[in-house]
């Protein structure tokens, strides 16, 4: 059974950090890209960030890029967002995402050519 368990969400004020992680199982976590997407009320799921498989090839949305890191651990199957800096506009539910590693890194910024996901977890920024 395919289980991706997202954690770490909450409610922060403008500035702060939160670390998220994705815990994966049921599937070859070492062969699938790994993405983090969010969503927003009334807003399409938006991709956040990649991450290849062996963890050496990381993407950024631009709106992210210099505040969040993304890392994986292979020998755990798990998968991190760290946020810095974080704005009233990062409040969104967070989801992480996998696919078979098959194409270049761009293809997986389409939420829909993503196979596996989470259940989201929510991250609320105040100013």
């Known amino acids: 059974q395919v289980q991706l368990v997202e954690s770490g969400g909450g409610s922060v004020q403008a500035g702060g950090s939160l670390r998220l992680s994705c815990t994966a199982s049921g599937f070859t976590y070492t062969s699938y890209y790994m993405g983090w997407f969010r969503q927003a009320p009334g807003n399409e799921r938006e991709w956040v960030s990649s991450i290849n498989t062996g963890g050496d090839d990381t993407r950024y949305a631009d709106s992210v890029k210099g505040r969040f890191t993304i890392s994986r651990d292979n020998a755990k199957s798990t998968t991190y967002l760290q946020m810095n800096s974080l704005k009233p506009e990062d409040t969104a539910m967070y989801y992480c995402?996998?696919?078979?590693?098959?194409?270049?890194?761009?293809?997986?910024?389409?939420?829909?050519?993503?196979?596996?996901w989470g259940q989201g977890t929510q991250v609320t920024v105040s100013s």
């Open positions: 995402a996998a696919a078979y590693t098959r194409f270049s890194w761009s293809y997986y910024t389409d939420y829909r050519h993503l196979t596996y």
